[in-house]
């Protein structure tokens, strides 16, 4: 049973427009929730995150929503560039206390693709 | 600046044979983590560690055998190589410091024939 998903395998936007990854999850447990970036031959890198006491959380050209009553999350990239091209990841954590920050469970990625 | 360090970065195993997967981190990070990434599935938690000494088994651990006995090193070791462990492994490290992401290394390819 997968806790997070992502249900589109992949996006194609236009250079300058928004591009908009979305992220179901199932778990009410899950407190905290992340995207990667990952480009091939390399390891994820982190971001943005957002805290279930929040419901919006912006950090430049990348903002993240939660919906918590839908148990959706979505990543908006505006204006998105050529080199945001790459697979993102979201991911989600909680439900253990502290531990549970060591323990991610990722949904199966999207890859962006975005043209000049 | 070196992060999290992952050795081999590519390695072909015969079905039966044994290695060690290294990961290092010189972020003195108490947790570490092992994920494997497979086509289609996003990445699975193998084993995860909240300190020296401490590791418990995550999604995936069949198969798989880890120790922790420094903060920097946190070995992730096929006693049994099979087909079916054939992936790309992450190793990946974050502080105890609540709502901190993990950084991850740039992985190890794993064939196994």
């Known amino acids: 049973d997968q806790q997070v998903k992502q249900n589109s395998p992949s996006l194609s936007v236009q250079e300058g427009r928004i591009s908009i990854l979305n992220c179901d999850y199932t778990?009410?447990?899950?407190?905290?929730f992340l995207w990667y970036k990952k480009y091939p031959a390399e390891g994820p890198t982190f971001l943005i995150s957002?805290?279930?006491?929040?419901d919006k959380n912006e950090d430049g050209r990348f903002t993240v929503f939660l919906n918590k009553s839908a148990k959706h999350l979505s990543l908006h990239i505006v204006p998105s560039q050529p080199g945001d091209s790459a697979v993102y990841f979201c991911?989600?954590?909680?439900?253990?206390?502290?531990?549970?920050?060591?323990?991610?469970?990722f949904g199966q990625g999207t890859i962006l693709t975005v043209h000049p | 600046n070196a992060g999290v360090t992952q050795t081999p970065k590519f390695q072909v195993l015969k079905t039966g044979q044994s290695m060690t997967l290294q990961c290092a981190q010189d972020?003195?990070?108490?947790?570490m983590s092992w994920y494997r990434q497979d086509p289609g599935m996003g990445l699975r938690l193998i084993h995860y560690?909240?300190?020296?000494?401490?590791?418990d088994q995550g999604e995936v651990p069949n198969g798989y055998n880890v120790s922790r006995s420094t903060t920097e090193d946190f070995p992730l070791r096929l006693l049994s190589a099979a087909p079916s462990q054939t992936s790309v492994y992450f190793c990946?490290?974050?502080?105890?410091?609540?709502?901190?992401?993990?950084?991850f290394g740039d992985g190890t390819r794993l064939s196994i024939l």
């Open positions: 778990n009410s447990m899950f407190d905290y």
């Open positions: 972020m003195n990070h108490e947790y």
């Open positions: 991911a989600a954590s909680g439900g253990a206390g502290g531990t549970s920050y060591g323990k991610l469970t």
């Open positions: 990946a490290s974050s502080t105890r410091l609540g709502n901190q992401p993990q950084h």
């Open positions: 957002i805290s279930s006491i929040k």
């Open positions: 560690s909240v300190g020296a000494g401490i590791t």
